[in-house]
Structure formats: structure tokens, C-alpha cells
């Protein structure tokens, strides 16, 4: 049987050769290249991952545990759809001292502009009601990248985590950082709140990046109680709620800019020109002088004195506003 097959195998190759067919052998083939490399995470990367891999400064593969490694979703990109074709890169020109940089680079030294690399992720996700007010908004036009707060190859993207969201956004907002520390603070540090709890990063039509048309708007999302409508309005209340309160955080309870009745004094004078005693026609703003027959010092109206003692719902009320008129509730 053995010289039949031996035979009938070079009866094979006489055919062939005579046919001018070559018939591959496959220890020939393995001697004069190596098999192609296989991806790794994403449909083509076995251009790239050929260098990049886990044992780089920043590791790539990591992106396969992300949404953007999902190969089963025709949607997710490839490496060069995002970095460019990158020939260059990938190949070494042999004058070239070192290795040139991808066409499209998103690390801190990377020269692409912001604009550009923006424009990369803008390709898929332009199409959302989160990211269609990004043209024009304060971080676009601050030349701040998507990926200058998103990390794309690895499987934790701080920003996107409740809890290290707001260590990003203090990259550049330092001023927030410190109030956030203050004794009176919406609950950041504790991880029950963030930023974008009530910033919309990518863009709005409201006030400073606020998630909503207004600040009160956002403000009513978890103090609907404060909405009213009563039947006596404060204004500053229907106005801004930040007039009375700094939701970064402050020294005074609530979050109040200043501790009653100063703050309270910002727009209203202490009571009225009845109840402060007054020498020559003059309001006595000082300790008791001369002519004061109250026998209190003006002192009395700011700092003995709460406002909240007595108006309790400063945020409105249904109830009478001059009940039992008295020279210091009339509001006349």
C-alpha cells in the first residue's frame, strides 16, 4: 500500500507541474512567513496590538470591557476609526528617527486639536438629547476635549462613576472643591450626589451648564416642597435660589451665604423706622445714644434678634402675612 501512495502522490505532483500548478506545502509555507496575528479585542486591532498591549504605560485592551468593545454591535468602532490609518506609525520610516505619532492621538501631549479629537467621539454620539447643545457650550468653546475627562480604554471611566466623578471636574474647578469640604454641603463627598446631578457637561440652555431651563428647576428635582405655589411668594425664592444659598457648600447651616438676620438683611432693612430708635431724625444704627427711650441698643435688631424666630416659611406661605399687625410685621 505504501509504494501505491507514494506513487499515486508523485503521479500528483507530475500532473501538476505539468499543469503549471504549485501546490503549497505547508512546512514551506510556515519557513517563508509567520501566520497573520490574530485580533485581539476589537475586529482589526492586530495592526496595533501587535506593540500596544497590557504591558504598556497606559493599557489599551482594557477597552474590551467596555461598550466600545462590544464586537457583536456593529456600531463599535476599530482602532483606526478613531486614531486614523496611522501607516506611518505603524511602519516605521526608515529615515525617521523616531516613530511619528498616530494621525489622531487623545493623551495630555498629544498636538491633535481639541476640536478634532471632539469631532472622533461627535461621530457616534452626536445623536442624543445629553450632548446636542455641545456646539457653543462653555467647556466646547474652552478647547476642553471629550477625552479630557473620558477614559476610553480601560473598564472604570471615572467621570461616569458617582463616586470619582467630582475628582475630575475638580481638575479645573477648584474653587468647588473647596467649598464642597465646608461643614454644610450637598452630599458630593458621601457619594449620594455629583456633579451631573444637576450640570449637564456637554451643554445646555440654561444657566451655567445646569441640567435644566432654570436653576430653580433643578433646585425643585429633590426640594419640590419649596415649589409653591403659595399664596405669599418670597421673591428672591421665585427668583434664584441661589440669591440665599451656595449648593457648593458653605460655613453656615443650610447652605446659606451669610447666618440670619444678616443674610436677611441684605435686602431688608432691620424692621422699619418705627420700631429703631432714631436722635435728631436720624436711625440709631449703632449702641444706644442719646434720645433712645426704647432702652435697647440698635444692636438689639441684628444680633440679639432672629428673623426665623418668627417667619418660619421664609420660602412662601398661605397663611396671612399681616395677621395681628404689628409695627414690625407691617409690611406697609
Known sequence: MKPRRLLTISALHGIALALGIAIAVPAMAQ??????????????????????DETEDYPVLAIGKTKHGTRADTRTPTCTKCHGDSETHANKPADAIERPAPDRA????SKTPMAERSAVCLTC???????????GSTH???????????????GHDKVRDKRTQPTVCFTCHKEQR???DRPSHHPIPEGKMTCSDCHNPHGS?????????????VCYTCHMEKRGPFVHNHEPVNEDCSICHNP???????????RPPFL??????????????????????????????????ATNYAMARGCLNCHTQVHGTNNPSVMNPTPQFNLR
Open 125 to 135: 454620539h452626536q445623536n442624543s438629547a445629553t450632548r446636542s447643545h455641545w456646539d
Open 31 to 52: 519557513s517563508e512567513g509567520k501566520k497573520p496575528r490574530p485580533d485581539l479585542v476589537l475586529t482589526g486591532d492586530a495592526k496595533c496590538t501587535r506593540c500596544h
Open 264 to 297: 436677611c438683611h441684605s435686602c431688608h432693612t432691620p424692621h422699619s423706622s418705627n420700631n429703631i430708635p432714631s436722635v435728631n431724625g436720624q436711625q440709631v444704627t449703632g449702641i444706644a445714644s442719646v434720645g433712645n427711650t426704647t432702652g435697647k441698643s
Open 248 to 258: 457648593h457648600g458653605t460655613v453656615t447651616p443650610t447652605m446659606l451665604k451669610m
Open 178 to 180: 473647596g467649598q464642597i
Open 205 to 217: 440652555v440654561g444657566p451655567k451648564l445646569m441640567n435644566r431651563d432654570t436653576i430653580n428647576d
Open 140 to 154: 466646547q468653546t474652552s478647547e476642553v476635549a471629550c477625552s479630557t475627562c473620558h477614559q476610553i480604554h480601560t
Open 106 to 109: 487623545f493623551g495630555k501631549r
